[in-house]
T-cell receptor
Framework: GAGVSQSPSNKVTEKGKDVELRCDPI?????LYWYRQSLGQGLEFLIY????????KSGLPSDRFSAERTGGSVSTLTIQRTQQEDSAVYLC?????????????FGPGTRLTVT | LAKTTQPISMDSYEGQEVNITCSHN???????ITWYQQFPSQGPRFIIQ???TKVTNEVASLFIPADRKSSTLSLPRVSLSDTAVYYC???????????FGKGTRLSVIA
């Protein structure tokens, strides 16, 4: 079946502009996660959703970052007033449940470059 | 969460067995050990998960000694396509975000 998809695959934006990144999880997966990965680094957790609610927003680096999920499906990560340090690959993952024991299925990521 | 330590990089020739060891001295009673694999320009992919002793699937084996303070991911007869970063993670069912370190970069050489 279809995996996790993300769009756009690449995004180049000017410093100070807003960007929206989209994630389409696997159908039926109730948990959805956002991570980001800077060059050569491990993954940094940003936020996760169980259904449409976000029990854990602890990883969002600043109030410029926000995310929402509608209909228990698609999620959008919005970064306002982008800064150069926001440049990274943003990865979305989904799973059938929340918690370490559930396998997370990752999308291919959105590569964001802020110039 | 238990901290994990694994080698930064490893090299191997094609056809060899590769063992990547992860140290997790502070692992808790309810923690499980999970390994993910990440190819260049892709998101990570689940490989294997275990609690104790040995787990084997079609991709790899996971060896966990009795004290569970370390674990070893074993990849049999690696090929060039196994070149990737391998992450060791530790957590229990209540730990929701996966905590990734920098992983081990495995390079397979022809």
């Amino acid at each position: 079946g279809a995996g996790v998809s993300q769009s756009p695959s690449n995004k180049v934006t000017e410093k100070g502009k807003d960007v929206e990144l989209r994630c389409d999880p696997i159908s039926g997966h109730t948990a959805l996660y956002w991570y980001r990965q800077s060059l050569g680094q491990g993954l940094e957790f940003l936020i996760y959703f169980q259904g449409n609610s976000a029990p854990d927003k602890s990883g969002l680096p600043s109030d410029r970052f926000s995310a929402e999920r509608t209909g228990g499906s698609v999620s959008t990560l919005t970064i306002q007033r982008t800064q150069q340090e926001d440049s990274a690959v943003y990865l979305c993952a989904s799973s059938t449940g929340s918690g370490h024991l559930y396998e997370q299925y990752f999308g291919p990521g959105t590569r964001l470059t802020v110039t | 969460l238990a901290k994990t330590t694994q080698p930064i990089s490893m090299d191997s020739y094609e056809g060899q067995e590769v063992n990547i060891t992860c140290s997790h001295n502070n692992i808790a009673t309810n923690d499980y050990i999970t390994w993910y694999q990440q190819f260049p320009s892709q998101g990570p992919r689940f490989i294997i998960q275990g609690y104790k002793t040995k787990v084997t699937n079609e991709v790899a084996s996971l060896f966990i000694p009795a004290d569970r303070k370390s674990s070893t991911l074993s990849l049999p007869r690696v090929s060039l396509s196994d070149t990737a970063v391998y992450y060791c993670l530790v957590g229990d069912k209540g730990n929701t975000p996966l905590v990734f370190g920098k992983g081990t970069r495995l390079s397979v050489i022809a």
